[in-house]
């Protein structure tokens, strides 16, 4: 099946239907995709990350667990795939997915889907539109990124406090040093590294592709990334597609900061769900790079919108002592096509 999970597009397989075997299956997924080849011109991507994407689902045998979700990314240039990093767009259509595969029952109103995150060894529980027992794709609720109104897709996320790193603050500080540059190291759910864009002479406000154009700066950006990955337990990060990396500005639309991210190479249209999950929480510590830019008021739990190039992203946080115990987001999802995708 193909579908859109929130700004993001990518084919959603079950697991059942791919080879067992790891490489097959991935030479497989390349080719379906198109890659290696910039423009994908012989597949079924949308020649850029964000629509490079796949989602390979199963049933759950975790306690508390309906479906596994394996979300793997696979670079539209070289054609390298990788399940390094978790993706919470696509993970909004896996709730529809499921029910349409038939792996969960839908109820008449609303269905929970209770999701185990393969990448991230974490769950997210999704609610999903399903009256009289059928999903529908169609509502009001609008995302920034997406044109038009769609069924709300409510994701509530348990344990992505240092999910993949550790812990929330992976180094245990708030500031570190790389290169020069004051950085913060935060993952919550998504490894990521705050950068003030100022620090870069930049606004923080420019597009996507003037970013990308900026004389110098993905090198500098790629040198901080080398560095902070193995400080937050990540290792070698050169082939991977994390830390994200998060330039931050002050809010200009009532949110709590301004962001551009790099994820890690291309410059993001939005924000990743959980990345945004992860600068939200970085900017309620007191001292991080986000000290006199980040606005926010002190509330638990705290609902706040983190800004990105085509508008905002809405995360609520509950904290329990210094760590995020609950993140919630609205997603939206939709079917684009079910059918047959020849490798
Ligand atoms: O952060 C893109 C996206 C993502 C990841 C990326 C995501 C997330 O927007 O949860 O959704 O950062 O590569 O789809």
Known sequence: MWMRGGTSKGGFFLASDLPEDIEARNRVLVSVMGSPDARQIDGMGGAHP????????????????????????????TGSISDGQNCGNMLAAVGPFA???????????????????????????????????????????????VPGMHAPIIQNYSCTAGAQCGALLPTGNQIDIIDGVEVTLVD????????????????????????????????????????????????????QTIPKMC??????????????????????????????????AACMFPNSVAKGTAVFEEVNPCRVD??????VMTVELEWDGDTVIRTGLIRTARKLMDGVVFA
């Open 50 to 77: 964000l629509t490079s994407k796949i989602a390979v689902v199963s049933p759950s045998d975790r306690e508390g667990c309906d479906v596994d979700y394996l979300f793997l990314q696979v670079q539209p240039d």
């Open 99 to 145: 029910i349409e595969r038939g792996l969960v029952s839908a109820k008449a109103g609303e269905t929970i889907v209770r999701v185990y995150m393969v990448n991230s060894e974490s769950q997210a529980d999704l609610v999903v539109q399903t009256p009289e027992g059928k999903v529908t794709y169609e509502g009001d609720a609008r995302i920034d990124g």
């Open 188 to 239: 919550n759910g998504m490894p990521s590294v705050m950068l003030r864009a100022a620090d870069f002479g930049l606004t923080g406000y420019e597009t996507p592709q003037e970013i990308e154009a900026f004389p110098g700066l993905k090198a500098k950006i790629e040198s901080i990334r080398l560095q902070a990955g193995p400080m937050m337990n990540l290792g070698d990060v050169t082939e």
């Open 247 to 280: 330039l931050i500005s002050s809010p200009r639309s009532g949110g709590i900061i301004n962001t551009r991210t790099f994820i890690p190479h291309r410059v993001h249209e939005a924000v990743g769900v959980l990345a945004a999950a992860s600068d939200a």
């Open 306 to 311: 983190v800004e990105h190039p085509t508008g």
